[in-house]
């Protein structure tokens, strides 16, 4: 077992998980309330700052730190976390201690590239199983965009195996998309981005670049995909026309799947992904290039008829990855919003919409911790985010008027 790093407690801050849940995120399982207070209670984490936001006042506090390039976090049933780091590590995080896990795929390392996303099957307390983006080289020196699953056992994965592996293997390093999401039929959902250097792959309907991929849970092709039974298409295909979306999830109240798509220079864009649909990319956007400054090459319009809509464009640039829907009544005035990180604008946005449109926008986090890789609701109900950091760190947004016993003290003024 190798032991990477040790919490120091900075500022004692009693950890005891809140109230119960509701609407826990998808492929995130549930544990009692009560194992969990009995678990964390006494740790103590460092706290960062302290926020006054337009509804809520919040903390920040620093879970684990030391992380190199973390990408994504998945909770355990039983209180632990696991976060992959870029360079091929997968942790286990237990009250701030953190485990690095073995048996982890082979994994190419190399600008964008290497272990990515997380995600635990919807029925992980039966069957173990913890799937991981990843890209995967061909020894040739191309990589491409796969997904492995595995099974922990102690410190270990377990029966591990490529359950997808992108059908076209190409230069390395940049717009790997790699985040997942199960649907509420018990789909994964796989983002691949259109791998940089030739973007016109998004538009090819053979290819996985550039798209949204439905997938059974060892690999297989749905029958009611979209294209299936279409042999110029392949069957994977859920959406196309995508640049390189790196903020994917799922309502688990309404089954809509919401995607933020990583433009170029410009052209952040969220959508709700609809199966069957073409987003465009890359001859429809709203982004520039990011050298010349000017039109995209490949680009015809803004706008183009049997294109879809994006439901919203963050401006500025926001360069976003990591998405999540608060729920939790930890958090009352923010329910039914979405949080999106950004990466080159340090900070998350709070979006607030109705059906039709975004009725309002915030910032948080400006500045605060770095570049934010990923943002997720717990179990617990509080928030979660990482940096994406050669020193990248693991942070808790909590209410600011958290009391000694865990509990905000508005939620227990209201029972």
């Given at each position: 077992?190798?032991?990477?790093?040790?919490?120091?407690?900075?500022?004692?801050?009693?950890?005891?998980?809140?109230?119960?849940?509701?609407?826990?995120?998808?492929?995130?399982?549930?544990?009692?309330?009560?194992?969990?207070?009995?678990?964390?209670?006494?740790?103590?984490?460092?706290?960062?700052?302290?926020?006054?936001?337009?509804?809520?006042?919040?903390?920040?506090?620093?879970?684990?730190?030391?992380?190199?390039?973390?990408?994504?976090?998945?909770?355990?049933?039983?209180?632990?976390?696991?976060?992959?780091?870029?360079?091929?590590?997968?942790?286990?995080?237990?009250?701030?201690?953190?485990?690095?896990?073995?048996?982890?795929?082979?994994?190419?390392?190399?600008?964008?590239?290497?272990?990515?996303?997380?995600?635990?099957?919807?029925?992980?307390?039966?069957?173990?199983?913890?799937?991981?983006?990843?890209?995967?080289?061909?020894?040739?020196?191309?990589?491409?965009?796969?997904?492995?699953?595995?099974?922990?056992?102690?410190?270990?994965?377990?029966?591990?195996?490529?359950?997808?592996?992108?059908?076209?293997?190409?230069?390395?390093?940049?717009?790997?998309?790699?985040?997942?999401?199960?649907?509420?039929?018990?789909?994964?959902?796989?983002?691949?981005?259109?791998?940089?250097?030739?973007?016109?792959?998004?538009?090819?309907?053979?290819?996985?670049?550039?798209?949204?991929?439905?997938?059974?849970?060892?690999?297989?092709?749905?029958?009611?995909?979209?294209?299936?039974?279409?042999?110029?298409?392949?069957?994977?295909?859920?959406?196309?026309?995508?640049?390189?979306?790196?903020?994917?999830?799922?309502?688990?109240?309404?089954?809509?799947?919401?995607?933020?798509?990583?433009?170029?220079?410009?052209?952040?864009?969220?959508?709700?992904?609809?199966?069957?649909?073409?987003?465009?990319?890359?001859?429809?956007?709203?982004?520039?290039?990011?050298?010349?400054?000017?039109?995209?090459?490949?680009?015809?319009?803004?706008?183009?008829?049997?294109?879809?809509?994006?439901?919203?464009?963050?401006?500025?640039?926001?360069?976003?990855?990591?998405?999540?829907?608060?729920?939790?009544?930890?958090?009352?005035?923010?329910?039914?919003?979405?949080?999106?990180?950004?990466?080159?604008?340090?900070?998350?946005?709070?979006?607030?919409?109705?059906?039709?449109?975004?009725?309002?926008?915030?910032?948080?986090?400006?500045?605060?911790?770095?570049?934010?890789?990923?943002?997720?609701?717990?179990?617990?109900?509080?928030?979660?985010?990482?940096?994406?950091?050669?020193?990248?760190?693991?942070?808790?947004?909590?209410?600011?008027?958290?009391?000694?016993?865990?509990?905000?003290?508005?939620?227990?003024e209201s029972v």
């Amino acid at each position: 077992m190798t032991i990477r790093l040790q919490q120091i407690p900075v500022l004692s801050l009693a950890l005891v998980l809140g109230a119960a849940w509701t609407m826990p995120a998808i492929a995130n399982s549930t544990h009692s309330n009560e194992s969990l207070r009995a678990q964390t209670a006494g740790t103590t984490f460092r706290e960062v700052a302290t926020e006054d936001t337009q509804y809520e006042e919040i903390r920040i506090v620093e879970i684990a730190s030391g992380l190199e390039h973390p990408w994504a976090l998945a909770f355990l049933p039983d209180g632990r976390l696991l976060v992959t780091e870029r360079p091929g590590r997968l942790n286990l995080i237990d009250n701030g201690e953190v485990v690095e896990v073995s048996g982890v795929p082979e994994v190419n390392v190399e600008r964008q590239g290497g272990l990515l996303d997380l995600a635990l099957h919807p029925d992980y307390e039966t069957n173990g199983w913890i799937y991981m983006s990843y890209s995967k080289p061909n020894g040739n020196g191309e990589t491409a965009t796969a997904v492995a699953r595995g099974r922990l056992e102690g410190n270990t994965l377990v029966d591990v195996e490529d359950v997808f592996v992108q059908n076209r293997y190409s230069e390395p390093g940049q717009h790997y998309g790699s985040r997942l999401a199960w649907t509420n039929d018990g789909k994964l959902l796989v983002t691949i981005g259109d791998r940089w250097f030739e973007p016109l792959r998004a538009q090819d309907l053979s290819d996985h670049a550039g798209s949204v991929l439905r997938l059974n849970e060892d690999g297989s092709v749905p029958d009611d995909n979209p294209f299936v039974g279409n042999p110029e298409v392949a069957g994977e295909l859920y959406t196309y026309g995508n640049r390189n979306i790196q903020a994917l999830m799922v309502n688990s109240a309404t089954g809509e799947i919401w995607a933020v798509d990583h433009g170029p220079r410009g052209g952040d864009l969220i959508y709700q992904l609809e199966a069957g649909n073409n987003y465009g990319w890359p001859l429809v956007t709203r982004g520039l290039d990011y050298d010349t400054e000017g039109p995209i090459p490949e680009s015809i319009a803004r706008r183009m008829e049997n294109v879809t809509e994006p439901f919203h464009e963050l401006l500025p640039t926001h360069a976003p990855s990591g998405v999540t829907l608060v729920t939790a009544n930890q958090f009352p005035a923010w329910q039914g919003n979405l949080l999106v990180g950004g990466l080159a604008s340090q900070r998350i946005r709070r979006i607030v919409f109705n059906d039709q449109e975004v009725l309002h926008e915030e910032e948080l986090l400006l500045q605060t911790v770095g570049r934010i890789r990923d943002v997720r609701q717990g179990p617990d109900g509080y928030l979660y985010v990482l940096t994406d950091e050669s020193d990248g760190g693991l942070y808790r947004i909590e209410p600011a008027n958290l009391t000694e016993n865990g509990d905000d003290e508005e939620n227990i003024e209201s029972v």
